[in-house]
């Protein structure tokens, strides 16, 4: 009798595939929940969730499902106000908990494009990569929108190269409800059924009509909504504060995601080399998202880092094409797990804005009139007048004047590093928001708190005038 010969593939001892999964997976959730709590009850972690958490809160606590703002659609709002039913105030800790949800499913999405894209080591590489590349981390852990459209997209891209060309659709509609540019998904939608024109012209309607259900109030107003957009969209190409010196628009995003993915992005662009020199579908399909979504970036002057996540997961499938090179892509990916692990262990110390509300809390008496910087708690329990955030091209805010602030009977002024640093990088473009903290440090400095000593965060100085 002839001996059974052995299977060409070894039994894997580790488990294989689904452990490597599950392992990415718990790796990514160890390192986005560390620092979820950070800086609650206030949302100092983004500005931008007061822009998100009340209003889901508010459809939910008899406010109707009209979020009176379209800078953003309104599919994020959506899937968080149904967490937000049982508390008696915005909780931000349920939003970000639901957003680590959704960020572990844009991992788990990663793995499914890299499998569909070139297999199994491909697979694991973009699931890797998404799990550790430190703006994912980072704003994963935020009640914004970002994370969704990054989840979003990559499981569109993996539709399409599936050749489920009508789900794609939907789910590029999903995408442009959770952030206006999943709308550039339509481009690689386009590739992947080019020649199908039925199956395309009903893709695109599915995706339509993905949208008008998710977000049904930007259509209802449409004007409102493109006017917001549009502005939303200007403010984006005219600059923000802290970009007025920074460079080119093409090295300043290449430099965001080098600072999320280190050097395993140089791997990242030889598969995208190679994959516009092969051109199979899964190639045409990837490659000409990241071509038409960047060159998208190219318009804006607000280089944010937050702007390329929606290329991370293809980033990382792509630099899974070149499976000879795996162990070294895996090897690289340990120093954005090192900067990601940095940023965690800062999020579990106290913000020094945090003791600037207590001392304010204790020392300050109640209903006293607070002019305050962008970025900083609300100080319940006292008259706030907010200080406007200078932008480029943008007039001064009349309120940085302290004989104006006195006539409106402020006592006192409270400043961050978060604003006035970055007021002070660009100093010649704001001369008048420069010399506005300068005549403040003239009066009495009644409390600073500076990073050290255990806190993080940027500083806080309170002056009395």
Do not use: C
Not at 30 to 37: E, H, S
Not at 259 to 283: E, K, N, S, Y
Not at 442 to 463: F, K, M, N, S, T
């Amino acid at each position: 009798m002839p001996r059974r010969q052995r299977s060409e593939r070894p039994e894997n001892r580790w488990g294989g595939l689904p452990v490597a999964f599950a392992s990415v997976l718990a790796l990514a959730g160890a390192l986005r929940l560390t620092g979820i709590q950070y800086a609650l009850p206030f949302p100092l972690l983004n500005p931008d969730e007061r822009n998100v958490v009340p209003r889901a809160w508010s459809m939910v606590h008899g406010g109707g499902l009209d979020p009176h703002r379209f800078e953003s659609p309104s599919l994020v709002m959506y899937l968080l106000a149904p967490f937000q039913a049982w508390q008696d105030e915005p909780s931000y800790l349920a939003a970000r908990l639901t957003m680590v949800v959704l960020a572990l499913g844009g991992v788990a999405a990663a793995w499914w494009l890299g499998q569909r894209a070139y297999g199994p080591i491909a697979a694991f590489v973009a699931a890797a990569a998404t799990a550790v590349e430190t703006t994912h981390v980072a704003y994963s852990r935020m009640a914004v929108t970002d994370v969704p459209l990054t989840l979003g997209v990559a499981v569109a891209l993996a539709l399409m190269i599936s050749g489920r060309i009508e789900l794609a659709g939907v789910v590029v509609g999903l995408a442009a409800s959770a952030k206006y540019p999943g709308l550039l998904l339509l481009a690689p939608l386009a590739v992947a059924a080019w020649g199908a024109w039925r199956r395309l012209a009903i893709a695109f309607g599915l995706a339509l009509a993905a949208f008008a259900a998710t977000s049904p109030y930007v259509i209802l107003h449409l004007g409102q909504a493109a006017g917001d957009a549009w502005r939303a969209q200007g403010t984006a190409r005219a600059g923000w504060l802290g970009f007025e010196h920074d460079q080119a628009a093409p090295v300043a995003f290449a430099m965001r995601l080098w600072d999320g993915l280190g050097p395993a992005l140089l791997i990242a662009a030889a598969g995208l080399a190679l994959a516009l020199v092969h051109r199979r579908r899964g190639d045409l399909v990837l490659a000409v998202f990241v071509v038409v979504y960047f060159a998208g970036l190219l318009t804006l002057h607000a280089h944010f880092d937050r702007y390329v996540l929606p290329l991370v997961p293809v980033l990382g499938a792509l630099a899974g094409r070149l499976r000879a090179l795996a162990p070294v892509t895996i090897l690289l990916l340990v120093v954005p797990l090192t900067w990601a692990v940095r940023d965690a262990r800062d999020l579990t110390r106290t913000d020094a804005r945090i003791q600037a509300n207590g001392w304010v809390e204790r020392n300050l008496p109640r209903g006293a009139t607070l002019a305050a910087d962008p970025s900083t708690p609300h100080f319940a329990g006292f008259r706030v007048i907010p200080l406007g955030l200078p932008r480029p091209g943008e007039p001064t805010d009349p309120n940085r004047d302290l004989g104006r602030l006195r006539q409106l009977g402020v006592r006192y002024v409270v400043v961050t590093g978060a604003v006035e640093d970055r007021v002070l990088a660009a100093a010649g473009d704001y001369p008048r928001e420069t010399q506005f903290l300068h005549d403040l440090r003239r009066e009495a400095r009644v409390y600073p708190v500076h990073d050290g000593g255990g806190l993080a965060g940027p500083w806080v100085e309170i002056y009395r005038l």
